[in-house]
Each structure stands twice: as C-alpha cells, then as structure tokens.
C-alpha cells in the first residue's frame, strides 16, 4: 500500500509561481514512478507530468513543457511540481498518484495514462487568477 499526500495549493496571480509537493509513505519504490494529474471543474481529468524512479525520466504535457518541472527527494519519499508562469487555465484540482502497473514504452500511452496509476492523493487546489 502507497499513501500519498499533497500540498502546496492556493491563490497566485498570473504569472506567479507554486510548488507542489507529494509526500508518500509505504512501499512507493516497488511503484515505477509518480505522476501529477489535474482536473478542472466541468473538464475531465488531464496528465500534467510524469517522473520515473529507474532513471529519472520525466515527461511532461504539451500545455506545461516549459513552465512546470518535476522532481524528487529520495530520502524524504516526495516528489515536487514547480510551475512558473501560472495562467488561469491551470487552475484546476491537482493530484499526484503512483505509478504500480507496467506499460511498454515511454511518455505518450504509457506515463501519461491515469490507469496505470493506482495509489491516488486527495488532491491540493490551485487557482490562477487573470
């Protein structure tokens, strides 16, 4: 069991920046990886970024390639979204979630795919204001 917690939501300009972070406890590095996924109100959940724990890779949306960068911290089992130049069309529910099934391939089709992911936080709210 993975149980992961997010933080760092809340009110910026346009502009501005936030960093999330997602905190996990359990087995998470028998997992492939994290990912962040957003949901805006009326709109269906979206993949945001990815980062693998072999290797490091990430993989990002088109929509935030650019603006937003995710990490991790090994020892502290956390895994962090920096997003800079926030626009009111990233305002939307934020979640992280743990990758624990295996697909072929990389990025598209496989890291960007909520059903991959089995462990899900309870989300941390960002709003973006014009």
């Known amino acids: 069991q993975v149980q992961l917690i997010e933080a760092g939501g809340g009110l910026v300009q346009a502009g501005g920046s936030l960093r999330l972070s997602c905190a996990a406890s359990?087995?998470?590095?028998?997992?492939?990886?994290r990912g962040w996924f957003r949901q805006a109100p009326g709109k269906e959940r979206e993949f945001v970024a990815a980062?693998?724990?072999?290797?490091?890779?990430?993989y990002y949306a088109d929509s935030v390639k650019g603006r937003f960068t995710i990490s991790r911290d090994n020892a502290k089992k956390t895994v962090y979204l920096q997003m800079n130049s926030l626009e009111p069309e990233d305002t939307a529910n934020y979640y992280c979630?743990?990758?624990?099934?295996?697909?072929?391939?990389?990025?598209?089709?496989?890291?960007?795919?909520?059903?991959?992911?089995?462990?899900w936080g309870q989300g941390t709210q960002v709003t973006v204001s014009s």
């Open positions: 979630a743990e990758r624990s099934r295996y697909c072929s391939g990389y990025g598209y089709g496989c890291d960007d795919q909520a059903d991959y992911y089995v462990y």
């Open positions: 359990g087995r998470t590095f028998t997992q492939y990886g």
């Open positions: 980062l693998r724990w072999s290797g490091g890779l990430t």
